[in-house]
């Protein structure tokens, strides 16, 4: 990006519900828990429908990608998707080659709904695997089995122009064979681009309450390393902590964000990131469905509104910028905080005293050690 380029503008659409909350998730999802689904969609539409209507931000740029996360996507149907993608062609117009990716969970998996996400326009998608073996498919309690997350990768690799598999390693009592099979899997199935989470146990999910026996942070590492192995050998980049694609494959949504990008957030607890007249805004929807939906109803969009200051800037701006392999030039830092980079020359000096970060030509990236230590590399940079 050079000073004459906009700052790219995407949108995320959240839809927080799934068949089965994962005792690992600590994402803003929630159980059906016999509610009506179709009655759900219609009623959480007419209210996304109604916020972008409303969403008042810099029209002027047209909409880079679209992202459908969730919960389970999936569970909707393509005419729901065909509505809202309209509605923000409208409202903002599309680039020509815009990103439309929807996230799906293969337990949930309608075929024909597959023909449909294509039909309207979706034209990559992300396919929640987390492991093809039965016994840690279990364990994590996924709603699908080994054949129907295979199943759900060669239909998607049909109908796609790209598909990413979402696979996790370090779970409990993981073994370096059952992970390099299903890495062996995912290649085998043709994926352009894999993300490898590493399972980490959170506040407020079922695993913290009750902790699984999970392999410690030397046999992590062990695992970690058979994951880049393997995956580079296959000629994928790993271009993001825990991303891994194809050149050319990269997911364009995922790198706004670690570019410091902004982005409209549709749904409850979406966030939105807009930048303006040399600051930044953020803005936050409420993160409970039922009051989002009684929010927008009620003509009011926002949980949090507040503008960000030095600290925030410089923070945030690492913490995504240094997800990245290759980092950040010095000159995108400048021109997406607006601060020079001398506002953080004590800390980049801390960064590489400890040999977490590297300096050429302008450009600052995160070492092998820094990758491997990211939470501790982004807490140098962390003020007050």
Known sequence: MTKKDPIPLSVYIHIPWCI???????????????????????????????????????????????????GTPSLFSPATFEKIIGKIKDKYGLKEDCEITIEANPGTIDKQYFYGYRDVGINRISLGIQSFNEKHLKNLERIHNQKEAIEAANLAIKLFNEVNIDLMFALPGQTKLELNNDIKMALDIGSSHISYYHLTIEPNTFFFKHPPD??????????????????????????????????????????????????????????TKITSKKSIRRYACHKNPKYYISAINGNNYFDENR????????????????????????NSFEEKTFLPISEIKKELSVAKEKRLITEINGRIKPTILGQRYLNELLQIFLRG
Request: hydrophobic residues 35%; charged residues 20%; glycine residues 6%.
């Open 307 to 330: 503008l960000l200051t030095t600290n925030d800037s410089v923070f945030e701006f690492m913490m995504n910028s240094l997800r990245l392999n290759d980092g950040f030039d010095i």
């Open 20 to 70: 089965h909350k994962c005792p690992y998730c600590d994402f803003n999802s929630h159980e059906f828990k016999g509610q009506d689904i179709k009655n759900n969609e219609v009623i959480y539409t007419n209210a996304l429908i109604k916020q972008i209507e409303n969403f008042n931000f810099d029209s002027q740029r047209p909409i880079h990608s679209i992202f459908f996360g969730g």
């Open 214 to 271: 999970i392999p410690d942070q030397d046999k992590s590492a062990e695992l970690s390393d058979l994951v880049s192995e393997k995956l580079k050998y296959a000629n994928f980049k790993h271009y993001e902590t825990s991303a891994y694609a194809e050149i050319g494959s990269q997911c364009r949504h995922n790198l706004n964000y670690w570019n410091f990008g902004d982005y409209l957030g549709i749904g409850a607890g979406a966030h």
